[in-house]
């Protein structure tokens, strides 16, 4: 009895997560929103990494979303330029009751961490691809695909926690 | 605070790095039963049941009995890029305040049972994807405009959000409700 509440709220919440999930994955298919956002915003991630790469002195190229080393090439697409983690985040802390103010405030910092994040994973992948071409697979996949989204989760988490102001409720 | 804040941290490193252990020890086994469960799901609305899932190592093998195999050869699809989430469900249930209480225990059972059948939707996905875009002649006489846009969009809403999503979802769902994580 005494964790019906919750429970209810917490599938009230997985509702609204999963289908803010969805709209932003709708958004961001479309070819508008592809072509003028997100593959100008990937360029903008492997031009990030490109220059981080270079100043550890590694040979960089960048064609579009492809990034060149000597002798290994990254394509970095959707799934790897950080959006996902972004859409995750963003979809948590929208259906999570919170008001707008904090909702933006919290958006901001976490997508921004996640882009940090994210700059170490693709230029952490380009140096494993290069020099350990044999563990990339298993990094790519295992371990880096689970840390971003954890790292995502993570900072809902704590948002919800300790930011995240609830809207004022009017009582009837 | 800073002392739960580091101990969530270690516990949620620990269930990471033994989600990671498991989710790799147990590719090649799991890869073999996603094949028969997503084989008989498919074939049970299959009239007649023409589907073939052929595991070979993290690789799910896609073949109909009925259309003849193209020179490219058989559609595959990579059973690592669906069941890594396992290891996102095991940190977040290993981070818990009580990580080995019965409730968290039973709770990951449960999640971890319902990611299976996600598991399962996926690759069901992939291959209906598969029968509806890449098939030619065969895909446009089966699957109407609405299906081959649903079919086309699932597997990719699958990879790019889903995977994630679906992970956290069940986790919130099942967590006991005074997790600290």
């Known amino acids: 009895m005494g ?23 709708v958004i961001g298919a479309l070819e508008p929103v592809n072509d003028h956002f997100v593959v100008p915003f990937t360029q903008l991630v492997v031009a990030a990494t490109a220059f981080l790469l270079r100043s550890f ?16 090439a990254l394509d970095v697409r959707t799934g790897c330029n950080g959006v996902e983690a972004m ?41 494993l691809g290069e020099h350990h071409r044999r563990f990339f697979d298993f990094v790519h996949v295992g371990v880096w695909q689970s840390l971003v989204i954890l790292a995502a989760v993570s900072m809902f988490l704590f948002w919800s926690w300790k930011f995240a102001e609830r809207p004022v409720q009017s009582r009837s | 605070m800073r002392k739960d804040l580091s101990r969530v941290v270690l516990k949620g490193a620990i269930g990471f790095l033994a989600g990671l252990a498991i989710w790799g020890g147990l590719t090649v086994p799991y890869t073999r039963l996603l094949a ?47 069941t890594f989430n396992l290891i996102v469900l095991m ?39 598969y029968y509806a875009l890449s098939l030619g002649a065969w895909s446009a006489a089966h699957y109407g405009v609405v299906a081959r846009s649903f079919w086309g969009a699932a597997p990719y809403f699958y990879s790019v959000a889903g995977v994630y999503g679906f992970a956290f979802a069940l986790w919130w769902l099942f967590r006991p409700m005074n997790a600290s994580a």
Do not use: C
């Open chain 2, 91 to 129: 940190t977040l249930f290993a981070a818990s305040r009580r990580a080995f209480s019965d409730r968290n225990v039973f709770g990951f059972a449960g999640a971890a049972a319902l990611l299976v059948l996600v598991h399962v939707a996926a690759v069901i996905s992939f291959v209906k994807a």
């Open chain 1, 87 to 127: 859409m995750v985040l963003a979809a948590a802390m929208l259906a999570f009751p919170a008001t707008l103010r904090s909702r933006v405030a919290g958006l901001l910092a976490g997508v921004t961490a996640i882009q940090i994040i994210n700059l170490v994973r693709v230029a952490s992948l380009v140096w």
């Open chain 2, 36 to 82: 028969s469960l997503t084989e008989v799901a498919v074939r049970s609305f299959e009239r007649p049941a023409v589907t073939r899932i052929i595991p070979d190592g993290s690789l799910l093998l896609v073949d109909r009995t009925d259309v003849r195999r193209t020179a490219r050869g058989r559609f595959a699809v990579e059973s690592t890029d669906i």
């Open chain 1, 57 to 72: 002195h590694q040979q960089i190229a960048v064609a579009g979303t492809i990034i060149y080393s000597p002798r290994f």
């Open chain 1, 3 to 25: 964790t019906e509440r919750p429970r209810k709220a917490g599938g009230i919440f997985v509702a609204r997560f999963l289908a803010a999930l969805v709209v932003f994955y």
